[in-house]
Each structure stands twice: as C-alpha cells, then as structure tokens.
C-alpha cells in the first residue's frame, strides 16, 4: 500500500532515493562491486526452499548478445552485466522466438511458441486464458511491478495482468545530457533513468515482503546514451554500443539500489532480451523483418543471491521460453501450464558440475522462432517465416515462398552467409517437415484476441521507429460511423 502511496505522489515518487541514483549513475563509476556469499553448485537447487527472494528481471530491448562484454565482446561495453555473470549464470547461447518485441515478449511471459499464442501481428493481445509468470508471483504473495517504455507491451495488449502496478514511468529526465542518434528519427519520450528511478523507488524500504520487479529497458532500443558513455565511433553499430553501455550504468545503479537497501543477498537478478539488431549483416538494419543470427540471438544471465567462483556457463543452446520455467523452478513456486519451454535448472546444475546427462535430452531439440513478415500491415496477408535451429543448423523456412526458405551450418559458417538449401534437399526436406508439422501442432487453444489500434497509438508505436501501416482512411471513416470503441486510446493515454 505504501507502494501505491508512493506511486500516486509525484513529489514522493522522485523522492531522495532518485537524488542519490542520479549522483551514482552521473558519477560514472565503471561498476559496481557485487557482493553476496559464497556458494556452491550444490546450494543452487536449495534456493527453491528459501521463503524470502526477491526476482529482480531486466530486460534489454533489442539487446544482440555478441555486444556485451560476457559473450566476448571486445568493447567494454556492459562492466556491470559482466560482474553479474561472472558470479552468476550465463546462458551462451539463447534463442529469442521472434525478432519483434510484442511476438517476442508474448513467448516469452508464457513460455509458449508464437504459433501458440497466436501473438504474431500488431493487433494481437496476449491471450486471456494463459497464466503469467507475475500473476504466480503475485498470488504467491510477492508484491509485483511492471516498468516498461515500450508501447508493444502495453496493459491494452494484455501484459499488465498480474502485477500491482504496470506503468509507464513519467519522463522525468529530460534528456539534455543524453544524446540521441537514432537511424530512425522517431523519438520516445524519456529515458532508461525514468525507468530505473521507479525501479529504485519500488525497491526501496521492501524488505518486509518479497517483490518481482520487471524493468523493461528502451535506450538501446532508441541509440540513446549519455554524455559520459564512451564514443566508440560514428555508425549506428558504434551508437549502439555507446547506448548499450549507458544502459549498463544504469543496470549498475539497479544493483547499488539493491545493495543499499541490503537486498543484493536475497535477490535474484535476470538479464534478458527481446530480440537483436541488425547492421546489414543480411542487407538491413533494424529487427522484425528477418530471423537471422543478429536479431534471435540475446543474453541470458542469471545473477544468484550466492555468488558461484567462476560463475556457470551453459553451452547448449536454449530459448526465451525457457525463462520463465527455470525462475519458478530455481525459486520454488508453481510451473507456467502447458508452457512450452522447460525449467534449465538440471542443465544449469550439470554444467557447474561438469556432467552430462542432462544435456544430452536438450540438445536433440530443435529451438523454433516465428515472424509474420506482414505483422505490420493491415490489409497484407499473413507471411510466416519460421526459423528451426537444430546445431549446428539454422533453417529458415519461407511458408508462402518455399523456394526462398535457407539453410546454414554454423559449424563452418557462424554468421549464416552461406546458403546451403540448394545442395542439401534431404536436409532441406527433413526441416520442411518439421516447420508444416509445428504448424500443424502448435495451433493456440483459443481465439485470438485482436486489439484496435488508433490512430494515436499507432503514432506511439510509429514512435518506437517500427513501420505499422497508417489506416485505411475508408476503414477508419466505417469504424467511426459504426461508433466503436476506442479501447487502445482510452487505454494507452498519450
Ligand atoms: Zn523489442
């Protein structure tokens, strides 16, 4: 209830905790010191019987793994994310389930596959009769916040259920020491500061009852970063790693918060993403046009409340919709039903103690992610592409243009240039089966509920760079004269 107090106050809300955030964000210190007690591999499967954990998760939208310094990078781009792998999990390699937030966040909450949910075009909302992760949380008696700025998750399409507050944080950091240079000139209010001051704000004073807290980051998203981020260049590929590191500030800042208020021990820290970015690696820039290497591959970290030497790094390969049944299995509380996806917590546990028999049933499974090239068009038909990546294969499979589907082998052809598709046809054939049978049997168990985007909510989504169709002026002359809701404005504000 203080909370709610909290939030319903202005002056409270951007209270001293912000002060003191801002001057630790500002003051550039590279990174901050984590620490939490030692543990062993054998203490993880304990957590589940611990009654006082908190789950911190972060998500990075459009976060490429190769970025960030844990993977590999050769930038020091994300110290802060670094340090939390290093003592944590570390996922090598995860597979997003498509390249555009709304489709991709849909899978990843439910654990469920695109063509499950049936979350594939702007208009779709995320179905009614599926139970969330924060609504687990919630009825387990965690107090739960949602922060988000990205208008593909919006409570109108369906995302807010579950949490006792899902806002969008006010902009309150007008960004005159941040700079922006985006390849789209679209501009979102705001920046990742606003999210992490309400995230702060949340946190605060909690250590009487647990929280789930979700902060949904934007500014890598936006190419927006801070005069205090290094300049690595002047491509939107260097932009991009400036933002990236700005937005690992304020991961930094999110783990002071945390160890200011004493919570770093009793709080699991989740970093994860949405989807990548491309810099015309296959000809284009952006996301939510292709499934290629560059958008499906993202970080996945999992920082413990117990510190493991050398943290644990997981080779398989492994999904977005794994997430959410490895943290309720790794904290103890009820699975997501029906989901798709499967707890990691076994795979977690062999790679810190070197075994393998858990591995072997993970790597006979083919990771799939789903895009319907015309999601953002009205008047198009659907045009599924769906990628199958079995290693060290990636297939992707045209449904409507067959002939354009491709084949690579990652084995001697990481980056996916080399089409393989015209010299393996039992290959070729073998995965086309696969993809017609996954349509076949992941059909979703409801109806798909489809929202109607104004013109003003299409103006915000606009606003976040993606193309959505301006709509049909004669559509819209119908709907208005028919007198129907308006239900995404009403529900959205501006
Ligand atoms: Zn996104």
């Known amino acids: 209830m203080l909370f709610r107090k909290l939030i319903d106050s202005p002056w409270l809300y951007f209270g001293l905790a912000a002060v003191v955030l801002l001057a630790a964000v500002f003051s550039q210190f590279e990174r901050v010191d984590v620490e939490v007690p030692r543990g062993e591999v054998s203490d993880i499967a304990e957590l589940s019987e611990r009654r006082d954990l908190n789950v911190l998760f972060i998500l990075i939208d459009t976060l490429r793994a190769d970025r960030v310094g844990a993977y590999g990078y050769e930038r020091a781009t994300t110290p802060n994310i670094d340090a939390l792998a290093a003592r944590g999990i570390r996922f090598e390699q995860v597979e ?20 499950q949910t049936g979350v594939l075009r702007f208009s779709h909302a995320l179905p009614e009769e599926v139970k969330l992760p924060s609504e687990i949380f919630q009825e387990a008696g965690f107090r739960t916040a949602g922060v988000w700025r990205n208008g593909w998750i919006a409570s109108n399409f369906g995302f807010d259920r579950g949490f006792d507050v899902y806002t969008r944080p006010m902009p309150n950091n007008p960004s005159n020491n941040l700079r ?59 932009i991009y790693d400036s933002a990236l590191h700005w937005v690992d500030q304020n991961v930094g800042a999110l783990v002071a918060a945390l160890k200011g208020e004493g919570l770093l021990d009793n709080t699991v820290i989740i970093i994860a993403s ?37 943290g644990i790094v997981v080779e398989e390969p492994v999904a977005n919709i794994d997430i959410w049944p490895t943290i309720l299995d790794l904290v103890g509380l009820p699975g997501l039903t029906g989901a798709e996806g499967r707890s ?39 045009d599924e592409i769906l990628s199958l990546r079995k290693e060290p294969y990636r297939f992707i499979y045209s449904r ?49 509920r489809e929202i109607e985007l104004d013109e ?19 559509e819209e002359a119908k709907r208005r004269a028919a007198g129907k809701s308006t239900e995404a404005q009403e529900e959205s504000g501006p």
Do not use: C
């Open 400 to 448: 409507k243009f067959p002939e354009e589907s491709k084949l690579f082998d990652h084995s001697s052809d990481p980056v996916e240039l080399d089409d393989l598709s015209g010299s393996a046809p039992e290959m070729v054939a073998r995965f086309e089966r696969e993809a017609e049978d996954l349509f076949e049997r992941a059909q979703p168990e409801w109806e798909v």
């Open 274 to 310: 949405d989807h990548g970015e491309a810099f015309f690696e296959h000809g284009d820039e952006g996301h939510g046009r292709t499934l290629y290497w560059e958008v499906q591959g993202v970080p996945l970290i999992v920082a413990l409340p117990i510190a493991i030497d050398g």
């Open 180 to 238: 922006r240079n985006s390849p789209s000139s679209h501009r979102l209010e705001g920046t990742d500061l606003d999210a992490t001051q309400a995230g702060v704000e949340f946190l605060t004073g909690s250590r009487d009852q647990p929280f789930f807290l979700y902060l949904h980051y934007m500014d890598v998203h936006q190419y927006l970063y801070s005069d205090t981020s290094p300049v690595y260049g002047s491509s939107f590929s260097d």
């Open 456 to 474: 003003m909510m299409r103006a915000q989504l606009r606003a976040l760079g993606y193309d959505v169709s301006p709509p049909d002026p004669f």
């Open 96 to 115: 997003s389930q498509s390249s555009w937030t709304k489709a991709s966040m849909a899978s990843l909450w439910t654990g469920l596959l695109p063509a």
């Open 344 to 382: 990691l917590l076994p795979l977690v546990l062999a790679s810190g103690e070197g075994a393998g028999s858990e591995r072997e049933e993970l790597q006979g499974r083919t990771l799939f992610a789903q895009l319907d090239r015309a999601w953002g068009r009205d008047s198009q038909d659907a």
